[in-house]
């Protein structure tokens, strides 16, 4: 079984835990992994047919899936490029009503706010 990674959200040390054994509850004897500093768990889960606990440190264990910075830079470079596009599209109506949106010019601020940055 893998090790426990730290809490996602604060970074403390994570452990399994078992609930009480306690018949006439519905959460007698499930295992839940537990954060040590903010208390974050998992779901509980119940041992019937399999062991659940490799379930449970592969759940905890889940991360967002990372980028790097230069997979990153490839994607902002690409939306510039199609943003330039659309720019360059004036007679299109419904480019306009594209270019014209709040989003699409938040959007096209953001891009030039990252590439700024970037020599
Ligand atoms: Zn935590």
Redesign the pocket.
């Known amino acids: 079984m893998d090790e426990l990674k730290p809490?996602p959200?604060?970074?403390?040390r994570?452990v399994m835990r078992q609930a009480p054994l306690e018949p006439e509850t519905s959460q007698s004897g499930g295992y839940y992994i537990e954060?040590t500093?903010?208390?974050?768990t998992t779901l509980l889960m119940f041992s019937i047919l399999d062991n659940c606990k490799p379930l449970l440190v592969g759940l905890w264990n889940r991360r967002p899936v990372t980028v790097s910075e230069g997979e990153a830079e490839k994607v902002l470079r690409e939306a510039k490029l199609l943003r330039d596009r659309i720019n360059s599209a004036n007679d299109l109506h419904a480019v306009f009503t594209i270019k014209d949106s709040a989003e699409f010019l938040g959007f096209s601020k953001a891009i030039d706010a990252y590439l700024k940055g970037k020599p």
Do not use: N, R
């Open positions: 809490c959200c604060c970074g403390c994570a954060c500093g903010c208390h974050l």
